[in-house]
């Protein structure tokens, strides 16, 4: 698919985009969507859901509203199977984002699955996002209680490399009721992470306001949290953007807020030649 663009409006429920649904296996290059994109599950402003393919100099002005793996150029790239690749490049977006659920980027909401290999008992990465930008604003929407949230300036969720990848929009997370409980990683790169990051900058401002967290919060410049990786490198990599976080209820401590990485608790993390300039 190649050299067409879209604008109106695309209204559905689940794999919703601008452009397509669903990608089992091809290659969608410059593309362009301005519609506004609503959906439920894997929304996005390029495409829905990749089982198999790539996604290559795409852009989104869109508005693109959802509630779970929700992103501006793609909803979920998932290899359902571990020959199988997915690559996001050359992409950017600069619509809005936001969602009322989890797996929430201004790029991309969930990229990829972490898969063990048999060979040599290492994990292995079958998704890269690479040279992609987000100008947009991500946010929340209608938040219920109890939910385990990603938010992310570039991804919601990654369990694969990114590379190059920069964010200068805000990421924004401001609760309507003080009773919301949720666990929340949030981050101007991805929120919840198991891949390497390599040349990332976020400048885009984090904020989360008005909330009474009752579980656990990590908020960072590259990333919220790694989890499940017995090794990951986060390399060359910079937050400018300011952190900032306001609990209004009484009682309420900030826990685990970072310039770079917030939580760093499952496996053996390195981080290299990496600098935090942002204000916390």
Same mark, same amino acid.
Request: charged fraction near 10%; include cysteine.
């Given at each position: 698919?190649k050299?067409f663009?879209?604008?109106?409006?695309?209204?559905g429920?689940?794999?919703?985009?601008?452009?397509?649904g669903t990608l089992? /296996?091809g290659?969608?290059?410059?593309?362009?969507?301005?519609?506004t994109?609503?959906?439920n599950?894997?929304?996005?402003?390029i495409?829905?859901y990749?089982g198999q393919g790539?996604?290559?100099?795409?852009? /989104?002005?869109?508005?693109i509203l959802?509630n779970?793996?929700?992103?501006?150029v793609?909803g979920?790239?998932?290899?359902?199977?571990?020959?199988?690749?997915n690559?996001i490049?050359?992409s950017?977006?600069?619509g809005?984002?936001?969602?009322n659920?989890?797996?929430?980027?201004?790029?991309?909401?969930?990229a990829?699955?972490?898969?063990?290999t048999?060979?040599?008992n290492?994990?292995?990465y079958?998704?890269t996002v690479?040279?992609?930008?987000n100008n947009g604003k991500v946010?929340y929407?209608c938040l219920?209680?109890g939910?385990?949230?990603?938010?992310?300036?570039v991804?919601?969720?990654t369990?694969?490399?990114?590379i190059?990848?920069?964010?200068?929009g805000s990421?924004?997370f401001?609760?309507?009721?003080?009773q919301?409980k949720p666990?929340?990683?949030?981050a $101007?790169?991805?929120?919840?992470?198991?891949?390497?990051f390599?040349?990332?900058?976020?400048?885009?401002?984090?904020?989360?306001?008005?909330i009474?967290f $009752?579980?656990?919060?990590?908020?960072?410049?590259?990333?919220?949290?790694c989890?499940?990786t017995?090794?990951?490198?986060?390399s060359?990599?910079?937050?400018?953007?300011?952190i900032?976080?306001d609990f209004?209820?009484?009682?309420?401590?900030?826990?685990?807020v970072?310039?770079?990485?917030?939580i760093?608790?499952?496996?053996?993390i390195s981080?290299? /030649?990496?600098?935090?300039t942002?204000?916390i």
């Amino acid at each position: 698919i190649k050299n067409f663009s879209v604008a109106g409006s695309v209204i559905g429920r689940n794999h919703v985009a601008g452009i397509l649904g669903t990608l089992t /296996n091809g290659t969608v290059q410059q593309v362009y969507n301005e519609a506004t994109i609503e959906g439920n599950n894997n929304v996005g402003g390029i495409v829905g859901y990749i089982g198999q393919g790539t996604i290559t100099q795409t852009y /989104n002005r869109g508005e693109i509203l959802g509630n779970t793996a929700v992103g501006g150029v793609v909803g979920y790239a998932y290899a359902a199977y571990n020959s199988r690749q997915n690559t996001i490049t050359h992409s950017y977006s600069a619509g809005e984002v936001s969602a009322n659920n989890t797996s929430v980027g201004g790029v991309i909401g969930s990229a990829g699955k972490l898969y063990n290999t048999a060979a040599n008992n290492k994990l292995a990465y079958y998704c890269t996002v690479e040279n992609c930008v987000n100008n947009g604003k991500v946010s929340y929407c209608c938040l219920s209680q109890g939910q385990q949230l990603y938010y992310g300036g570039v991804a919601g969720a990654t369990h694969a490399k990114v590379i190059s990848c920069k964010n200068n929009g805000s990421v924004t997370f401001l609760a309507e009721t003080e009773q919301v409980k949720p666990t929340l990683y949030m981050a $101007g790169i991805a929120g919840v992470s198991s891949g390497d990051f390599t040349d990332c900058h976020n400048v885009g401002t984090l904020t989360i306001d008005n909330i009474d967290f $009752g579980y656990w919060v990590g908020l960072a410049g590259i990333t919220g949290r790694c989890v499940n990786t017995p090794a990951m490198t986060v390399s060359d990599c910079t937050n400018s953007g300011k952190i900032q976080v306001d609990f209004t209820a009484s009682g309420n401590q900030v826990h685990n807020v970072a310039g770079l990485v917030a939580i760093a608790t499952d496996g053996n993390i390195s981080i290299l /030649n990496c600098h935090n300039t942002g204000e916390i």
